[in-house]
């Protein structure tokens, strides 16, 4: 019984829908040629057609820019702080500093 009430909806959903794809049914009847169009003006090509390139484009993750702004600040400080101690007479930073050597 089950099997003939699906066998009676799947011919009525084939009634109800069109066939789709490449195994669409033909009525017999030639498809609708285009309707002829009024030429145009041609259009500018969008910027938006081709791919957006990294070096053209001025957007930078911001992560990647306080990451790279919170080491070089880092480095610096560093520097600074082995400057300030090599002038009070501690030695405990690079032997130069801002590329002129440091004697101890």
């Known amino acids: 019984m089950l099997d003939l009430i699906a066998r009676f909806i799947e011919a009525l959903l084939r009634l109800a829908w069109p066939a789709s794809g490449r195994h669409r049914q033909h009525t017999g009847a030639p498809p609708p040629s285009p309707a002829p169009t009024a030429p145009t003006a041609p259009r500018r090509p969008s910027p938006h057609t081709a791919p957006l390139r990294g070096e053209d484009s001025r957007l ?45």
Do not use: M, S
Request: glycine residues 12%; without cysteine; positive net charge.
């Open 60 to 104: 930078v993750r911001p992560y990647l820019l306080a990451h790279e702004q919170g080491e070089q600040a880092k480095h610096q400080r560093g520097r600074r702080r082995a400057l300030w101690l090599t002038v009070h007479g501690v030695d405990i930073g690079p032997r130069r500093i801002h590329g002129v050597e440091v004697v101890a």
